[in-house]
């Protein structure tokens, strides 16, 4: 038997999901009332903005990466502020709460150096949004590494989504579902380690699952 | 009615299997849709799809129309108005009659379901009526703005539902129950939507008078002031100067609003020396004639200065034409900004993008192309029915963010 046709101790079962938008009715119209508000709203809140770019099915991907910096470089017309919102490290952040610190300390650090930038017009405040997401099998399991490829060509870009980014920071997972799959399933950590080397936040969905595939390819 | 069969070579196809999953899960539960009108307007024209498909999936879908009088309609136009930001006073007896017609169509509607959406305000009082299963208040009105008081009396009825939806997140209120966001769709295998050859296009804008002959400008709306067709005239003869062009202003007769025919007439007296100006006045169910202008526009316009969601704006999006559209209400989330189209804040500013997008028809096109992949991946009829269903299992595990089924 080669050796990535030899079965995994449990099969990997690939999941997609339908996202549904929650407005929480919270708006910011300055930077004053966005900063309170990324200090209590809702863990899902600051995973929702910081992590839709991601799923977003946009033909054209925006700017900036992430809500926050979007609505400052666009509304506020803070481009400077927009620039460190947008170089949010994510992947190096293993929970929400550390996300939410690190946004609350870019703001206070550029309101002590910049004056408090005028508020936005009506229409253009920051909505602040929640999102639940429904998560069904998406079909294809896979018994072994080729069973594994095959499942990863087909299955919906929301997939990526799910086991690269909720699995992390939503379900506190202590990395993403392949990488753990491939090392504790099929006892590959070398390929495990190769996958954890990739900072997902880089790649659109289909760019990274073009990563992986490749990088899959070349082990069989 | 086209089956599920027919959107799988047109959507994406995880929508449509998650669609069909969520369906397998709910095969067998009842549905139950109210709303005040069973044809005409974008809600009703969209139901009758949604049921259809509903019931393919196997669920118990089902569609009952609330029976009203004038004094009613002209109460609940009030409120929509209202709803919008607009001056209409509401006493309190036109409330009463709004309970009174609620009251005696509960008397009339089996309302039991597993899942009861009552859509819009006019149904809204329905809620006092429900005997068991899940309501939810489906809101297909711009209420980003409303008038305090209408809102707060009608708060009165949806603070008793499961759930809110609204179209886009700008919408949303604060409210004690949960809220979600459902955008709107268009059904891309409707009249107004399918392909038509080019010959039909020409065979049907030839019954019009109008020649292909110069590229046309065109911009599909009711004759009211905020759809602003004589900010769509203005930007048109800044740019006539520069380019030969034509400009197609169509739209439903306003009969209800008395604004409408004075705006209506405030346009043709406008367009009355200019040959180039065509006003149509369509009658309603003229969706094939819609589909030809969109196919055989060059640019479409949507210049609102204040919006609902703005589905025309998809409508011409999903036949690879640019749009430019103002920057209102939910014209926003589909047009963006230099990649389907131009969002514009003034009539300069329209014709500025008209003159550039005339002056460079690649451009064009490639907005179009991008406008139709936009459309396509996010607002198919086939998204709105996995919404709905998407929906109705979050209820049904309230507070609980990733749900897994």
């Known amino acids: ?82 620039e460190k919102l947008a170089g949010l490290d994510l992947y190096a952040y293993r929970d929400v709460e550390e996300v939410r610190r690190a946004l609350i300390g870019i703001i206070e650090g550029y309101l002590r150096e910049n004056p408090m930038p005028r508020p936005v017009r009506n229409g253009d405040e920051f909505f602040f949004n929640d ?3 429904i998560v069904m099998e998406a079909g ?19 997939s990526l989504y799910f086991h690269f980014f909720e699995a992390r920071l939503r379900l506190r997972r202590p990395a993403d579902d392949f990488s753990v799959w491939l090392e504790q399933g099929l006892g590959r950590g070398d390929l495990a380690r190769r996958i954890r080397g990739l900072d997902p936040y880089r790649y659109s969905l289909e760019g990274l699952r073009g990563e992986i595939l490749s990088l899959l390819h070349g082990a069989v | 009615m086209p089956g599920l069969s027919a959107y799988e070579k047109i959507a994406e196809p995880e929508e449509i299997r998650l669609l069909t999953r969520l369906g397998k899960r709910l095969a067998g539960r009842s549905f139950l849709h109210v709303n005040s009108t069973s044809e005409g307007g974008g809600v009703a024209e969209i139901l009758h799809r949604l049921i259809s498909l509903f019931r393919e999936l ?132 409707s009249e107004k939507n399918r392909d038509l050859g080019e010959q039909e296009v020409r065979e049907i804008l030839d019954g019009h008078g109008i020649g292909l002959d110069k590229p046309l400008l065109v911009q599909v709306s009711r004759f009211d002031r905020f759809k602003d067709p004589l900010g769509v005239i203005a930007a048109y003869r800044m740019v006539k100067k520069y380019h030969d062009c034509r400009l197609i202003l169509a739209g439903g007769p306003a009969s209800d609003d008395p604004e409408g025919e004075e705006i209506l007439s405030r346009v043709r007296e406008e367009a009355r020396n200019d040959p180039d100006i065509c006003v149509l006045l369509l009658p309603p169910f003229s969706d094939r004639t819609i589909n030809a202008l969109q196919r055989a526009a060059t640019i479409v316009l949507q210049k609102s200065t204040r919006e609902g969601f703005g589905l025309t704006v998809a409508e011409a999006l999903w036949k690879s034409k640019p749009v430019i559209g103002g920057a209102v209400g939910g014209i926003p989330s589909q047009i963006h900004h230099g990649a389907t189209g131009f969002l514009v804040h003034s009539v300069e500013g329209a014709a500025y993008r008209i003159r550039q997008l005339l002056h460079n028809p690649e451009l064009g096109k490639r907005m179009g192309e991008m406008g139709r992949e936009h459309v396509r991946r996010n607002f198919l009829i086939t998204r709105q029915a996995r919404d709905y269903l998407a929906l109705w299992v979050a209820l049904e595990h309230r507070g609980e963010r990733v749900i897994q089924i």
């Not at chain 1, 799923?55 to 926050?68: I, R, S, T």
């Not at chain 2, 108005?81 to 036109?94: D, K, V, Y």
């Not at chain 2, 179209?167 to 891309?188: E, H, M, N, T, Y």
Request: with cysteine.
């Open chain 1, 1 to 82: 038997m080669r050796e990535e046709d030899r079965p995994a101790i449990q099969a990997f079962t690939f999941f997609e999901c339908a996202g549904l938008l929650q407005p929480t009715g919270e708006r910011a119209r300055d930077l004053s009332k966005l900063l309170s508000l990324i200090r209590t709203v809702e863990p899902g809140v600051i995973y929702h903005h910081t992590h839709q770019y991601y799923l977003k099915a946009a033909v054209e991907a925006p700017e900036y990466p992430n809500d926050f910096a979007v609505w400052a470089a666009e509304y506020l017309e803070e481009r400077a502020l927009a």
């Open chain 1, 140 to 158: 294809p399991r896979a018994e072994n590494l080729p069973d594994f490829i095959e499942g990863l060509e087909t299955v919906g870009a929301s």
């Open chain 2, 58 to 189: 196997g669920i118990l879908a089902r569609w009952e129309v609330l029976k009203g009088n004038p004094p009613f309609y002209d109460m609940t136009k009030r409120i929509h108005n209202a709803l919008q930001g607009q001056g209409s006073e509401i006493t309190p007896r036109m409330w009463e009659i709004h309970r009174e017609v609620n009251d005696s169509n509960a008397r009339q509607i089996p309302l039991e379901a597993d899942l009861v959406f009552i859509h819009d305000p006019q149904p809204a009082a329905l809620i006092h009526h429900r005997r068991d299963g899940l309501w939810v208040w489906r809101c297909h009105v711009d209420v980003s703005h409303p008038q305090p008081e209408a809102w707060r009396e009608l708060a009165g009825h949806v603070g008793r539902y499961d759930a809110a939806i609204f179209s886009g997140a700008k919408f949303a209120q604060r409210l004690a129950v949960p809220q979600f966001v459902v955008p709107p769709s268009i059904d891309p295998l």
């Open chain 1, 131 to 133: 999102a639940v997401s």
